[in-house]
């Protein structure tokens, strides 16, 4: 190790050999470290003397190595800067600084509206998600005000989940006892399940749990007509409640998988009774948005260029049709075989007296002397008779 104070270091040459040689860093190899020593040993011996042949040899190595070292550097820095010039240009190239502009200013409400639905939508996904104390957090900052009545159904559906991820049935159980008939009319079999599942936690407890388990298989009673063969597959284990359930045919009712598939159909079938989504409207907006971003973008490029500035005023429709996939289909939709239009509360769908369906635009255009003509098959009609329908 030489200590740095006995070294001169009024020589810039001198200080840049110190520099390329990485005198500083300990990890440099032992043989460069001594080079550089005795480099520095014969500048401060030589300064105002001639250099001997071995002197001017060990010089000649020096400055060789510094030329090498530097033409090194210079190559690789060239190369770095190559590969973060393109880096600049892809994230130019993939990202554009005004998305905001994809649309026109007209398609939305206010500022405030626009503010106050996002921060509801936001509130409303923390709370789905069971984030409560960040969602309560969000509602004192932002000064929302939020009923009970929009909080209760997320506080209740998060402390079941909660209870049902710590496999205690008893919240689940007693939520569907008192909502069985509404739970009936969807055709859900949530009930059923969840008693099958603690049907199965006693079969777990061995021969002991026998009794009870027989005792508890009563409460199939009101499914028996719809579920029967599930019922009878449980029945059947009970033969094998001496050997050892886990090691008999019926060794599949013990799998873990059952928790996750009750919390699952729990989440589904709850979220129906309350009228909420499954998934939280900030999420689909989001899958949505990430899916249809890039087309609005290249739509925007085009409508620059062509400068079409109305060809996108209306707040309920995009100027092209964009494709999200079957996940974010929520309900049927009709397109007026007429117009080629797709029907909406302004121009709902009308169904005729023969049976045929078009738009109620179609329908108006169609009129001739207070007549309506069917254009699919002969059948003159009043215009009047035409019922609009639901979907």
């Given at each position: 190790m030489y200590e740095s104070?006995?070294?001169?270091?009024?020589?810039?040459?001198?200080?840049?050999?110190?520099?390329?040689?990485?005198?500083?860093?300990?990890s440099r190899s032992r043989p460069s470290r001594h080079l550089l020593?005795?480099?520095?040993?014969?500048?401060?011996?030589?300064?105002?003397?001639?250099?001997?042949?071995?002197?001017?040899?060990?010089?000649?190595?020096?400055?060789?190595?510094?030329?090498?070292?530097?033409?090194?550097?210079a190559s690789d820095h060239k190369d770095i800067h190559s590969s973060?010039?393109?880096?600049?240009?892809?994230?130019?190239?993939?990202?554009?600084?005004?998305?905001c502009g994809v649309?026109?200013?007209?398609?939305?409400?206010?500022r405030e509206k626009q503010q106050q639905t996002?921060?509801?939508?936001?509130?409303?996904?923390?709370?789905?998600?069971?984030?409560?104390?960040?969602?309560?957090?969000?509602?004192?900052?932002?000064?929302?005000?939020?009923?009970?009545?929009?909080?209760?159904?997320?506080?209740?559906?998060?402390?079941?989940?909660?209870?049902?991820?710590?496999?205690?049935?008893?919240?689940?159980?007693?939520?569907?006892?008192?909502h069985r008939q509404r739970l009936l009319e969807l055709n859900s079999s949530l009930e059923f399940k969840l008693h099958r599942l603690q049907f199965?936690?006693?079969?777990?407890?061995?021969?002991?749990?026998?009794?009870?388990?027989?005792?508890?298989?009563?409460?199939?009673?009101?499914?028996?007509?719809?579920h029967q063969r599930e019922i009878q597959v449980m029945m059947g284990s009970l033969?094998?409640?001496?050997?050892?359930?886990?090691k008999s045919p019926y060794c599949h009712l013990l799998d873990n998988s059952h928790w996750a598939e009750i919390c699952e159909t729990f989440t589904r079938d709850a979220c129906s009774l309350l009228g909420l989504s499954v998934e939280s409207p900030l999420s689909v907006s989001f899958a949505s948005g990430c899916v249809a971003l890039p087309v609005l973008m290249n739509i925007k490029a085009v409508m620059e260029q062509r400068q079409c500035s109305g060809v996108w005023s209306h707040k309920d429709e995009l100027p092209i049709e964009i494709e999200l996939g079957m996940k974010c289909w929520y309900h049927s939709v009709f397109a007026c075989p007429i117009l080629r239009q797709q029907t909406s509360d302004s121009n709902p769908p009308i169904k005729l007296i023969c049976g045929h369906?078009?738009?109620?635009?179609?329908?108006?255009?169609?009129?001739?002397?207070?007549?309506?003509?069917?254009?699919?098959?002969?059948m003159e009609q009043n215009p009047a008779d035409g019922k609009r329908i639901i979907f």
């Open positions: 104070s006995s070294f001169p270091t009024s020589s810039p040459t001198l200080v840049f050999t110190c520099f390329v040689f990485g005198y500083s860093h300990p020593f005795v480099f520095v040993r014969t500048h401060s011996a030589v300064q105002g003397t001639p250099l001997s042949a071995t002197l001017s040899l060990v010089m000649s190595q020096c400055c060789r190595k510094i030329k090498d070292t530097v033409q090194k550097l973060v010039s393109r880096v600049g240009k892809a994230i130019d190239r993939n990202f554009d600084s005004e998305i649309v026109s200013d007209a398609v939305w409400d206010s996002l921060q509801m939508a936001i509130l409303e996904h923390l709370y789905q998600q069971g984030m409560l104390s960040v969602a309560e957090e969000l509602c004192q900052e932002s000064t929302l005000n939020v009923d009970l009545d929009f909080k209760q159904p997320f506080l209740e559906l998060n402390r079941i989940l909660e209870a049902l991820h710590e496999q205690d049935l008893g919240p689940a159980l007693e939520w569907a006892v008192s199965i936690r006693l079969l777990a407890g061995g021969p002991e749990k026998q009794l009870e388990a027989l005792s508890y298989a009563r409460h199939f009673q009101p499914f028996a007509h719809v033969v094998y409640l001496q050997l050892g359930l886990e369906v078009i738009s109620r635009d179609a329908l108006n255009k169609l009129i001739n002397g207070g007549k309506l003509k069917c254009p699919y098959c002969p």
